[in-house]
């Protein structure tokens, strides 16, 4: 099984930048399209970015669009989402999840396609 593990939240101020990693232990992403997924207390979970396993899809929501960025080193089996200009609504936890199921990166997200989910890390956007 598939086991994804995400790094690199914290607390920022208004403006800063974080970059999220998402890694498998045990197999490689490459094989995977990922989705990074995020919940903020009191709200239901959202898609937030995607990117196909060949890395020529990839699809933002809205409010992150022209802010986040979402990439993969292949050598590495890595995903990454850089996010800069934060804001304090990106405050949430952010996972990271897998599918073989979906091909391309579209506007619709749905959790239920995804197989493997990370355990979550923390972003805070607070002065």
């Known amino acids: 099984q598939l086991q994804l593990v995400e790094s690199g939240g914290g607390k920022v101020q208004p403006g800063g930048s974080l970059r999220l990693s998402c890694a498998a232990s045990?197999?490689?992403?490459?094989?995977?399209?990922i989705s990074w997924f995020r919940q903020a207390p009191g709200k239901e979970r959202e898609g937030v970015s995607c990117?196909?396993?060949?890395?020529?899809?990839?699809n933002y929501a809205d409010s992150v669009k022209g802010r986040f960025t979402i990439s993969r080193d292949y050598a590495k089996g890595t995903v990454y989402l850089q996010m800069n200009s934060l804001k304090p609504d990106d405050t949430a936890v952010y996972y990271c999840?897998?599918?073989?199921?979906?091909?391309?990166?579209?506007?619709?997200?749905?959790?239920?396609?995804?197989?493997?989910w990370g355990q979550g890390t923390q972003v805070t956007v607070s002065s």
């Open positions: 045990g197999l490689t992403l490459n094989y995977y399209t």
């Open positions: 999840a897998a599918t073989s199921r979906v091909l391309w990166c579209s506007d619709s997200y749905s959790s239920g396609l995804y197989d493997y």
């Open positions: 990117i196909s396993s060949s890395g020529g899809s990839t």
